[in-house]
């Protein structure tokens, strides 16, 4: 299974490939899809599902794992990523690739086996996991990697599914 985790943001939005078989994931691609600051909102949202379909259609994923949001202090920053957030989810929609969505606590916890990891310890654990010999970079690309992982080991889980629930894991 070919999973594209996406790191939501509006300045730098990270994604990573993974293939997934057989309890095995290899990473395929990584990187981040930038937007100049400069620009208005309008045009720096367009930009981002431009890039963002251009990459579905590029790295053909079966499915999509995007983080939820999380609002922490900064209101405006959150407004910003929910935005482009919004833009991402779109354009999974528009190509038509399943999306499943994820907290930051499951990732922890598919990834490292404790829902309360520290940033570090997930970025470590992606790196062991996908055999890298250094943690990818930027950080939001590491961190879509991670989403990839967790929905890896989420989806081939041998926990019984709610077959009428919505695709939000």
Known sequence: MRI???DPGFATIGFGLVEAERGQARMITYGAITTPAGLPLSRRLYQIGTDMEEL???LKPEVISIEEL???TNITTGIAVAHGRGVLLYAAEKCGVPLYEYTPSQVKLAVTGYGKAEKRQVMD???RLLKLEKVPRPDDAADA???ALCHARSFTSRLPRNEGAPETV
Request: aromatic letters at 14%; glycine letters at 6%.
């Open 125 to 127: 654990m992606t790196r």
């Open 70 to 72: 999380f609002f922490n």
């Open 56 to 58: 579905i259609r590029q």
């Open 145 to 147: 990697l991670a989403l």
């Open 4 to 6: 594209l985790g996406i």
